[in-house]
């Protein structure tokens, strides 16, 4: 029995260790788990879109995609995967009396094997090397990223002990007993240590053999208390993650009376976004991306997940390892399987998170698009804001017009709607509105419909922009109509400001109103990707499903399909940087049709900034944060943005966001760089850049729809 | 404490769409409504009373029957119950009517303080809180800026804005108070305030249950509007231009010529 362990004094002893040890990390599993039943359950995603599920798995926990922003990390990482996950089948042959070596020895005389072994030898010194460098780096080079406490190099410790001493073990054992077949680093070594003497070389051994055991038995009960746990949680939270667009935060029903509107406390976080908190690295990389964090603020999205962890865990105070079993609870009112209520119902705010955090955020989502274990920050952060507006009225003071602007005249700048068609004044041409292409019947020759925003409709910077894509359409002879007076803001604002309330009313007027004209059928373009993303990805929640565009999409089709045609001077020696809006690029994946509307006028030299494409910095305008001021930290986001732009040397920073647009525009101006300056640089949104290169136009004879491409009536 | 506050339906200014129909009267329809300006003031003021002092806040309106609507907003923020005088025989009704109904109709409620706007931002007559208070011979404060109650001695205390600062003015209770942007901005309502408000109870009495003597018959009231015209446009202002210096000595003389500096 226990052959292949023949040289292993006490062998079978390894079982209730081991074993015993597997036992405690599964009991602490288990009392984790008894507060993630607590808490809200999540709605059932585990068997839903199986087959993206499997690919997230490849692409998050296997390839570790994510990671590759930082290639040497990424390297070091799969040093560490790729070792602890081939080393494992060493660890099992060890704790299973050989079971795998029993199997795979057999076939082709051992060679399986053999090849395992020398596999394991490889990995053994990766993962040694890896370890190595991990704490180089957080001893040496101290990334800012990192935070390096006792429980850090207690793991990495950890793994150097793990691993090394199952490897020299093996040397020895080598050197005692002679070549193993396949284990040729192990050894090599074994043919330098033979010369010890087979009674020194044989108490070595045994010694680091029982050592590599006691070792494992112990790491395997310290893994699940610590930020090492992710290396089990991952693949579970990577299965479970949100599967809906990016930029559709969670659905709300907000008629239930009884109901908490958004998160307040432990327990009204679904559960799996407490797990969330289990499978946190703690690597850093949502805080080092998160532009509040960047410029001085408090926010700091690792430290919120890290916090809800730490409730969870305190959550547990009182709950014994081993429950007493149900007849002893029952006989004697020893209930010790349920976490205390009050600490199920602690704040979120104030534990996890502080209040001005939460107000700090753009919802940028660049937090979430760094975790490379797809933790989703933002929708927890929202929540948290819910429960402030619809419970407690609890916002910063300068929301509050914003909010009676949007409930009362239905736009965040309290404009009086009778304004929304000002931006048409002079144009050269007539702007429809729906309601007059229908009044006419003549819905069916609709192309689209252009959804203006309220940024365009009411602030004069942006109204050039509105007048800018009119021009575009009209020039491209596009059969288009505006809404006008019937259109209010999209709600993406109060959604994001946490006033669930505003926002579905808000939504279900437009979606009323678009399908009062038939919108359904028909393509929406707007220059808003505020709009863009929550009449594309949320209006959807409450019925309305519309086919959206963002204009640069649109317009890069035009200019494509030389409906519009860009004029031969073009922009000589016009160097652009294009700034990447975050619900345009990162939540929508809109990236590059920008980017070819300006690399198809002649002469455009475009440059990119630092943060550029998915990883785009924010401009400070999302997330409601267009209305708030900006006084925490040491600098303001669009200030810091700014920087990246000016350095690029760029004579014009190019928009697609009229958010972004006045944020950059006063950065500019900040940074002694406006339009009224020496050296100005200019900030133009492609659709302007667009008009300002297009060529004189044959005049259009009709600017409806050719015949083919007519819609059906409704 | 009991406080009750007069809470007017208007047209929320920042629409900029109210608008008279063909007879002349509010068209309740081009516009959406809020509740006036200075009344939501004076209800934030009694909201934080009765959090500091314990009671209830109520509100009292004069309105067609959809001034329900607008009432709701008013609960939403706080207030408990409210009372809506409703009745055909007072569309358009005049100052001096208003000044009796709602006299009437918070006579009959049991308050130790009332609360209206200093003036309302639609009809902005400036006279119905003070009339209420002649109306029932009770001490009038008036432009408040801040209202402090001494419950003990049954007083309370006003500061009332003046041209050169506050007044303090001292009166027993019950009292009526006007009251003014000064006393602070009005809560945003939380959706549990919206939705605790669908349930909170609005009394509706009509003319007959306050007494019908208080209206004239067949509408006809005394003043009448008689023509509507909307403000000459500004003419285009005067801009200064020139070094930083001369910009300067430009402005300094244009108001020194009419006296302002």
């Known amino acids: ?714 | 404490m009991r406080i009750l506050v007069m809470t007017k339906p208007v047209p929320d200014p920042a629409a900029n769409a109210e608008r008279l129909g063909p007879d002349l009267r509010l068209d309740r329809a081009a516009s959406p409504t809020v509740v006036n300006g200075n009344d939501e003031y004076g209800l934030e003021a009694a909201l934080q009373l009765v959090e500091a002092h314990g009671g209830e806040v109520a509100i009292l309106t004069m309105a067609p029957a959809s001034g329900v609507e607008t009432m709701r907003k008013a609960l939403a923020m706080g207030a408990l119950r409210g009372v809506l005088v409703s009745d055909d025989a007072l569309a358009g009704a005049d100052i001096p009517t208003t000044i009796r109904v709602l006299a009437a109709a918070a006579a009959i409620q049991e308050w130790d303080l009332l609360l209206g706007g200093l003036d309302t931002s639609d009809g902005a007559g400036g006279a119905v809180t003070a009339g209420v208070a002649a109306r029932l011979g009770l001490p009038l404060l008036s432009a408040a800026a801040h209202i402090e109650p001494d419950e003990a001695a049954r007083t309370v205390r006003v500061k009332r804005l003046s041209a050169k600062g506050y007044d303090l003015l001292e009166a027993p209770m019950p009292a009526v108070v006007s009251c003014t942007q000064a006393l602070g901005t009005p809560r945003y309502p939380s959706l549990k305030g919206i939705m605790a408000a669908r349930t909170r109870q609005i009394t509706t009495l009509s003319l007959a249950d306050l007494g019908a003597d208080l209206a004239p018959a067949d509408r006809q009231w005394p003043s009448r509007v008689l023509a509507v015209e909307p403000p000459p446009s500004r003419a285009a202002g005067r801009t200064v231009t020139g070094d930083p210096a001369s910009q300067a000595r430009e402005i300094a003389d244009y108001l020194a010529d009419r006296r302002i500096i």
Not at chain 1, 32 to 60: D, F, K
Not at chain 1, 380 to 408: Q, Y
């Open chain 1, 1 to 714: 029995m226990f052959e292949s362990f023949a040289h292993v004094p006490a062998y079978p002893l390894v079982f209730p260790i081991f074993w015993g040890a597997f036992a405690v990390f599964l009991l602490v599993v288990m009392r984790h788990a008894r507060v993630w039943v607590e808490v809200t359950p999540t709605e059932p995603r585990a068997l839903r879109n199986v087959a993206r599920r499997v690919g997230g798995l490849i692409e998050y926990s296997l390839l570790q995609v994510r990671m590759f922003t930082e290639p040497n990390v990424a390297v070091m990482h799969f040093g560490l995967f790729l070792g602890s996950t081939i080393l494992l089948i060493g660890n099992i042959n060890f704790v299973t009396g050989g079971l795998p070596e029993f199997i795979l020895g057999y076939p082709l005389n051992g060679a399986i094997w053999a090849f395992l072994l020398g596999l394991q030898n490889v990995m053994a010194v990766a993962a040694l090397v890896a370890t190595a460098y991990a704490t180089y780096r957080r001893i040496v080079v101290k990334p800012k990223r990192l935070i390096s406490t006792k429980v850090h190099y207690q793991t990495l410790a950890f793994i150097a002990l793990v691993v090394s001493t199952e490897f020299v073990a093996q040397w020895f054992e080598a050197a005692a007993f002679g070549s193993i077949n396949g284990a040729f680093v192990s050894n090599f070594f074994g043919g330098l240590l033979a010369g010890l003497g087979h009674d020194a070389t044989n108490a070595a051994f045994v010694v680091l053999w029982w050592a590599h055991v006691f070792v494992l038995a112990a790491f395997l009960i310290f893994i699940p208390h610590n930020k090492h746990f992710h290396v089990y949680t991952t693949f579970v939270n990577v299965w479970l993650r949100k599967l809906a667009p990016r930029g559709q935060l969670p659905a709300m029903d907000l008629e239930r009376e009884d109901a908490t509107f958004g998160l307040r406390t432990l327990a009204d976080l679904p559960w799996k976004d407490v797990f969330d908190g289990f499978t946190c690295t703690e690597c850093g990389r949502c805080t080092s991306q998160c532009p509040a964090n960047r410029t001085g603020k408090t926010l700091d999205p690792r430290a919120l997940i890290m916090g809800i962890r730490r409730m969870s865990e305190a959550a547990e105070a009182g709950i014994d390892l081993v429950p007493n079993g149900p007849i002893v609870q029952e006989t004697y009112g020893l209930v010790d399987s349920k976490p205390k209520q009050e600490l199920l119902l602690a704040p979120i705010v104030g534990n996890a998170i502080s209040y001005d955090s939460v107000w700090d955020c753009v919802t940028c989502g660049a937090c979430v698009e760094a975790c490379p274990v797809t933790i989703e920050h933002v929708d927890k952060i929202v929540g948290l804001r819910r429960n402030l507006v619809l419970e407690d009225s609890k916002f910063p003071n300068e929301l509050t017009p914003a909010f009676r602007g949007m409930e009362s005249v239905g736009n965040p700048w309290g404009q009086p709607p009778s304004a929304r068609l000002d931006w048409t004044k002079g144009l050269p041409f007539e702007v429809r509105t729906a309601e007059a292409v229908k009044r006419a019947g003549q819905l069916d020759q609709l192309e689209v419909l252009y959804w203006v925003g309220c940024a365009a409709a009411f602030d004069d910077r942006n109204r050039r922009v509105a007048r800018a894509v009119a021009t575009c359409l009209d020039a491209a002879g596009i059969s288009f109509a505006v809404l006008g007076q019937e259109e209010t803001c999209s709600g993406d604002p109060a959604r994001r400001m946490g006033n669930e309330y505003v926002f579905q009313m808000l939504a279900t007027q437009n979606i009323e109103t678009l399908n009062k004209y038939g919108i359904a059928e028909r393509t929406i373009i707007t220059a808003c990707p505020h709009c863009f993303n929550t009449i594309g990805n949320e209006y959807s929640q409450l019925g309305g499903k519309f086919h959206i565009r963002h204009h640069s999409e649109f317009l890069a089709e035009l200019v494509r399909k030389g409906r519009l045609r860009i004029g031969a001077d073009g922009m000589p020696q016009r160097t652009i940087t294009y700034h990447d809006s975050c619900y345009l690029a990162r939540y929508n994946g809109v990236m590059e049709p920008p980017r070819d509307i300006l690399g198809a006028i002649p002469g455009v030299k475009l440059v990119e900034m630092t943060d550029n494409h998915r990883q785009t910095m924010c401009c400070g305008g999302g997330g409601g944060r267009m209305w708030m001021d900006e006084n925490r930290g040491n600098t303001r986001i669009n200030a810091a943005r700014t920087e990246q732009a000016l350095a690029t040397d760029a004579g014009t920073v190019a928009t697609a966001c009229p958010f972004c647009m006045v944020m950059l525009r006063d950065g500019i101006a900040e940074a002694g760089r406006g339009a009224d300056t020496a050296d100005p640089i200019i900030s133009a949104d492609i659709s302007e850049l667009l008009a300002d290169a297009l060529a004189p136009a044959p005049a259009i004879p009709d600017r409806d729809a050719p015949e083919g491409r007519r819609l059906t009536v409704l």
